[in-house]
């Protein structure tokens, strides 16, 4: 077992998908309780996940990684995954969470103080909360989710 709490990070992203397949019929729903469908959530977290895999590779490969931040916004934009079957997506997001899963499990304990520095500047990151503040994301996702649901079922 490694440093971080994997079985922890596994509910969660079980619990995440229960909500997400109880969101199908309203993923493309714009409701007041924000600007961006259920659908654009999916598809940032997916942009997440892929950034921060970079990361927790390559952090546990050097003491000091310089890689871009994250422009959600065109991101989200240059995904364009309106066509893209809503099941297939939260599918894919699962598989891909749970991959990280277990590459987080296999983290050595000497790498977690290695930092990330953004290429614009700001506090170099270390890796381990890289890993914990990407959980800690996931649950503002999840949350906002769960206001758009209850938004759209009660207009």
């Known amino acids: 077992m490694g440093y971080f709490p994997t079985d922890a990070y596994q ?8 909500l997400l397949i109880r969101c199908t019929t309203i993923a493309d729903v714009h409701t007041d309780a924000d600007t961006w469908t259920i659908r654009n959530h999916v598809a940032h977290l997916i942009d997440s996940a892929s950034n921060n895999h970079q ?3 390559r952090l546990q490969l050097a003491q000091n990684v310089e890689l ?7 991101w989200v934009t240059a ?7 809503f099941g297939q997506l ?11 899963i277990e590459l ?7 790498s977690l103080a290695h930092t990330w520095q953004r290429e614009n ?14 959980y800690s994301h996931m ?17």
């Open 11 to 18: 509910n969660q992203i079980t619990d995440f998908y229960g």
């Open 68 to 74: 871009p931040g994250y422009e959600a916004e065109q």
């Open 121 to 134: 500047g700001g506090s170099p990151l270390p890796l381990e909360f890289l890993v914990s503040d990407y």
């Open 90 to 100: 939260i599918l894919f997001w699962k598989l891909y969470n749970e991959y990280l």
């Open 55 to 57: 990361r927790f590779v």
């Open 104 to 110: 987080i499990g296999n983290i050595q304990k000497d």
């Open 79 to 85: 995904s364009d995954i309106r066509l893209m079957k």
């Open 139 to 155: 649950k503002v996702h999840e949350s906002m989710i769960a206001d758009i649901a209850a938004a759209a079922e009660n207009p």
